[in-house]
């Protein structure tokens, strides 16, 4: 008895990779199984052990049957989490708490494996340290002879963007001087302007901050 049943979960255990993995079946007839990593209204990415990471057409889809959670994001809103089997041309989701909650293919808009969703809740609220683009620009402008001028540019430009939002931040500022024999000696000092605003995903701008401080042009007798 106990070399049958030795030989019974030895016998089983090939079929163990396709029992715990995820399947998908193409109306074609095809089926694929892996690992389903992510979705949406277009297309599915499904990663397979020897053939890699494969994109499925999302119409061309017929079965969906999932043994871990997924992230189900609908277009209320709303987010079911379990895995995911197809009934009647719906989806059901096993959550572990609503029970098998049955949605509409067409009201589905995403579906993450819990790395996506980490990845993706990372994108919507990013540390403000990170993603920032920009750059500082100085020149510097020296004549001498029959002139003798002074130009010194100074600029400064940052821009951050998230899915959900947009800072920009910028600063400038000029400085000139001219101490050629027989002129006037000046030294102008253009406005240092500096500015931020937060730009929603819709567009509009919110929260915008600038300031401006100056030197006005001074002659020295």
Not at 3 to 9: G, K, M, Q, S
Not at 96 to 111: A, D, I, K, W, Y
Request: net charge positive; charged share 15%; aromatic share 6%.
């Amino acid at each position: 008895m106990r070399n049958f049943f030795t030989l019974a979960v030895l016998s089983l255990l090939p079929l163990c990779p396709t029992l715990l993995a995820d399947q998908i079946v193409l109306k074609n007839g095809d089926r694929l199984t892996g690992t389903v990593v992510k979705s949406d209204e277009k297309t599915l990415l499904l990663k397979t052990e020897f053939a890699g990471d494969v994109t499925l057409q999302w119409p061309a889809i017929d079965q969906i049957s999932t043994t871990q959670p997924l992230h189900v994001s609908l277009r209320n809103g709303q987010t079911v989490v379990g895995p995911v089997s197809t009934a009647d041309g719906k989806l059901a989701i096993a959550t572990p708490g609503q029970g098998t909650v049955n949605e509409p293919r067409t009201e589905v808009t995403n579906l993450r494996n819990e790395a996506e969703w980490t990845t993706y809740q990372k994108s919507l609220h990013p540390p403000i340290t990170r993603g920032w683009e920009g750059g500082a620009n100085v020149g510097f402008a020296l004549t001498r002879g029959n002139s003798q001028t002074k130009n010194l540019a100074l600029a400064f430009t940052a821009d951050r963007r998230t899915m959900t939002d947009r800072i920009v931040m910028y600063a400038n500022s000029v400085y000139a001087s001219n101490d050629a024999p027989g002129a006037v000696p000046t030294t102008t000092a253009t406005p240092f302007r500096a500015g931020s605003a937060t730009i929603a995903t819709s567009g509009r701008a919110f929260s915008p901050s600038s300031a401006a401080t100056s030197r006005p042009t001074s002659c020295r007798p």
